[in-house]
């Protein structure tokens, strides 16, 4: 779905999941449409669904979120080139790095960050697919993990919210040091959505799943000179 601001030229487009909709102005997922008021001026979105940072190197994935993301960078072209903010890895952090420590029978600190690192590996040689194709990418790392007990969650969650956080933490700093290598920007605003406990702090949204407008000047500050 195409969303945001589909008037203006943009500045820069956002592709990626849900948490891709926090850039389109949405306060909540359930109120997001092709058009969105309040979109902010600039900011077009291109919303491709659950997909997953570790399977889009992989063709035909379940969700299709390659071909997706290959169908809409034609416009990114049309538009100037100019950067693309890559929205992905929270459901990995939420469940399935998780799960893949699990599957290596590694359920336990040093197997989440094994796992954790093979996530990063897989995003990152997407993300340099992309840059070596000439396009611009920048990374924005996913945000906190929601508050809501595992068992009381609609979506597939394994952990308590600090390790799921925890995992987040790691993620995010293992994607760093790849980006930093290859000369790719990375934006987190995750050191301000949790606290030093690794709680997720209340505010942080109105859905209890995606980051609410309220957080948008954070966005725009560590944003400023990249985009």
Known sequence: MRTGDLVNPPRYFVIGDSHSLFFAGAEKILDTH???????????????????????????????????????????????????VMVFGEMDCRFHIRQRAQAMGKDNLAGWAESAQITALRYISFIMEMKLAG????????????????????YFTIGTTM???????QFTGMLRE????????????LDQL???????????????????????PLWESRCNGLL
């Open 178 to 189: 790849l980006c930093r290598a290859r000369q790719i920007e990375v934006i987190t605003l």
């Open 135 to 154: 396009f611009r990418p920048v990374v924005y790392a996913p945000p906190c993990s929601t508050p809501r007990p595992a068992d009381m969650h609609e």
């Open 34 to 84: 092709a058009e969105v008021k309040n979109a902010h001026a600039g900011v077009r979105v291109v919303h491709v669904g659950s997909g997953l940072a570790s399977s889009l190197i992989k063709p035909n994935a379940r969700n299709l979120s390659r071909e997706k993301i290959f169908k809409a960078l034609p416009e990114v072209r049309e538009c100037g080139n100019v950067p693309v």
């Open 163 to 169: 390790e799921r956080n925890w995992l987040t933490v």
């Open 194 to 216: 949790i606290d030093e406990k690794l709680n997720t702090r209340p505010d942080f949204s109105t859905d209890t799943v995606h980051v609410s407008q309220k957080w948008w």
